[in-house]
């Protein structure tokens, strides 16, 4: 059984956010934006790391792994179809 998703935060002495990770099973991963990311004092992004199951990832791999079309809705000869996953 899966642990869930896990986020830690580390702060500069200001107390504003250095970085934040997010877990799943003690491994960097994330289906909803970056497992790893770290920011400058003034709240701006330094950097990201994009993580499934522990395994990096570049932003457009990791898209391409998490996007789906499931509840998406098409029309097809003016009928209206909602896509589910199989």
Partial sequence: MKN???KETSYYKDGSVSFEYYYLDGK???????AYI????DGSVSFEHYYLDGKEYT???WEAKTTTC???VVEI???????TEI
């Avoid at 770290?38 to 004092?41: A, D, G, L, P, V």
């Avoid at 000869?77 to 896509?83: A, I, S």
Wanted: aromatic share 18%.
């Fill in 4 to 6: 869930y998703n896990k």
């Fill in 28 to 34: 960097f991963h994330r289906v909803d934006g970056p």
């Fill in 38 to 41: 770290h920011y400058y004092k």
């Fill in 59 to 61: 932003k457009e791999e």
């Fill in 70 to 72: 499931s509840g998406k």
């Fill in 77 to 83: 000869d003016g009928k209206k179809y909602k896509l």
